[in-house]
């Protein structure tokens, strides 16, 4: 059985770590996980035929010569090494989660710190308990920063986070409905994205605070942190400035000259997700002048805040993810866009709600009908609402899909967002 300290010098002789055979790093680290349908154990030997220099194992009858590492529990062993790595660094580690926008800012975030320094980020959406410390093995000499999504669905999921990254600083960018199913209710939302700022309290750390947002002011009252927010007292101030369909905005700091940013970015709600790179930017000596270029030069992917001329259409894309606050925003936003198109909108179910979620489906419904906008609503819970609207229902994005390319749509303007699961982004294509 091999110990954390050996075990990371074995990895020092590795070019990376990785857990998943289709995706092997040559000369990397492979974990055998386990799954509730798979035991990589099983495909530890073709992961060292395939170009890896070592199998961390957790399954005896495996570990037949030296390049196998037998530990006792794989899962265990990846979060140990992850931290035991991450201690060989005293770097800035930024820790980053909430409901709604998290890796926006966290992308932002990385645009504006890695314009001073190089910079480690978590890639895609690699924020849980095994994309942690798979994110904290990618730590080099190099970096002079370090920004660690974490994501939850219960509690007790950013303590352990936590405990893996030991994060110096925190930023919780909201606290909204979403995950319900795994939280048990809006309070129990409240309890887990706030283990981040219990961590940061206790380890005597910083955060970066909204202080539009008073349940976050209230939450972090008793810690030292630095503000952002449209308010006069927040150590950043921003404020919308017109930009046709993007973001703009101006920020300043008491006694300093407005900075004015054009984003690429959709949506007047990414102001906070932005204003939030520019306080963690100031933190850290990012001149005002780079910062600016940073965000503008930033250009949102994966179905995220997107703005796309088909030619035919002009899209609004935010369909990797959905709830129902992420939802409302959204829709507002959207109503609130000046065009001479028509407008669509194109919902898919928002997952994870457990037993609230047809009382929340129909929240959308209604909203819709408050905001007088034309919808296709795509999925079973969707389906259960509001039966004398004037909005089609699909079951499935293939259905939408489908009757997209029958109609084909010319000349709207037409917002995009449901839960990935939905993968509404099929009928892209179609528009």
Known sequence: MIGIAELHQRFLECTGACTDTRQLVRDGMFFALKGPRFNANEMAASALEDGCKY??????????????????????????????????????????????GKTTTKELVHAVLSAKAPTLATIGNLNNHIGVPLTLLRLNADHHFAIVEMGA??????????????????????IGKAHLEGFGSYAGV??????????????QGSLFVNTDD????????????????????????????????????????????????RTQLIGDYNLPNALAAVCIGFEFGVPAKTIVEALEAYAPGNN??????????????????????????????FASMVSARPKLVILGDMLEL????????????????????KAWLVGPEFGKTGHGTV?????????????????????????????????????????
């Open 190 to 203: 409240i309890e887990a994205k706030t283990e981040l700022f219990q961590y940061i309290r206790v380890h």
């Open 304 to 333: 995220r805040s997107q703005f796309k001329d088909t030619g035919r259409n002009q899209l609004v894309l935010d369909a990797y993810n959905a709830n129902p606050s992420s939802m409302q925003v959204a829709l507002r936003n």
């Open 55 to 100: 199998a961390v194992v957790d399954d005896p009858d495996v570990a037949v010569n030296d390049r196998f590492l037998l530990v006792n529990d794989a899962l265990r062993a990846l979060q140990d090494l992850g931290r035991h790595h991450r201690r060989h660094f005293s770097i800035p580690v930024v820790a980053i989660t909430g409901t709604n």
């Open 391 to 431: 909005h089609l229902r699909f079951k499935k994005s293939e259905e939408a899909l489908a009757h997209a390319q029958n109609e084909r749509l010319t000349d709207q303007l037409i917002l995009i967002k449901g839960s990935r699961g939905i993968k509404l982004e099929t009928i892209v294509p179609a528009l």
């Open 153 to 174: 669905n219960h509690i007790g999921d950013i303590a352990q986070l936590t405990a893996i990254a030991e994060p110096t600083h925190g930023l919780i960018t909201n």
């Open 354 to 373: 457990g037993a609230d979620s047809e009382d929340e489906h129909n929240t959308i419904v209604a909203l819709l009908t408050e905001l007088q906008l």
């Open 214 to 261: 008073e349940l976050l002011m209230e939450k972090s009252s008793n810690a030292q942190r630095a503000t952002y927010g449209t308010s006069a007292n927040a150590l950043i101030t921003g404020r919308i400035v017109p930009n046709g369909p993007f973001l703009g905005f101006a920020f300043g700091t008491s006694g300093r000259t407005e900075h004015r940013v």
